[in-house]
């Protein structure tokens, strides 16, 4: 009696791979070590990053607070809209669909909250959305010309609603006391 064993694309691929010429086993290689990279990693990477895009827009439409973990710049203070802001939203941001006197709250708002909750990986999935929502009025009503920059931003948003925050978040961890049944 024989047996049959079933192999995956992967398997297969690498037995063609060990059999084949140096560049393609160095590629399989290559491509075997790149799989390894831990989801976890490029979690809090994606997470850390855009956080810091929409947090830095947020830091420039407030004064009296600032804080900046990369720069180490700290000043504690009740924070409140700049002078400039709103002049900002009027002129330049011009949304056809709110007025300025409150979309340039909401989004400093926005801008601060969504991202700390990104970056602590709480809420995460929503949080990324509500941003990806944002992303999407910038590009259509604001800076329509900058689609790559925005496209980058939505692909790693819609990485964090796809795959989540990784274990090195907040969202990780209500999930495993709720799985243990704490």
């Known amino acids: 009696m024989s047996t049959t064993a079933t192999r995956t694309p992967a398997s297969r691929n ?5 059999s084949g010429s140096p560049l393609t086993r160095g590629v399989a290689l290559a491509i075997g070590l ?3 990279i831990p989801n976890t990693l490029i979690a809090f990477i994606a997470r850390f990053s855009i956080a810091a895009v929409f947090w830095n827009s947020g830091q420039t439409k407030v004064q009296g607070f ?3 973990l990369v720069s180490g710049e700290v000043e504690w203070g ?3 809209l700049s002078e400039s802001v709103l002049f900002l939203f009027q002129d330049e941001y011009k949304l056809p669909f709110m007025p300025p006197e409150l979309a340039a709250p909401m989004a400093a708002t926005a801008e601060h909250v969504l991202p700390a909750l990104i970056l ?3 809420g995460t999935r929503l949080s990324a959305l509500a941003l990806l929502g944002m992303t999407l009025v910038i590009q259509l009503f604001v ?3 900058a689609y790559a920059t925005h496209g980058t931003w939505a692909a790693v948003l819609l990485y964090l ?3 989540g925050p990784g274990m090195l978040s907040v969202d990780h961890w209500l999930a ?3 799985a243990d049944g704490r």
């Open 14 to 18: 690498a037995g063609s791979a060990a």
């Open 34 to 36: 790149f799989e390894r």
């Open 66 to 68: 600032v804080f900046n």
């Open 78 to 80: 009740w924070p409140r």
């Open 120 to 122: 602590i990986g709480l």
């Open 143 to 145: 800076y329509p010309g």
């Open 161 to 163: 609603m796809a795959r």
């Open 176 to 178: 495993s006391r709720r």
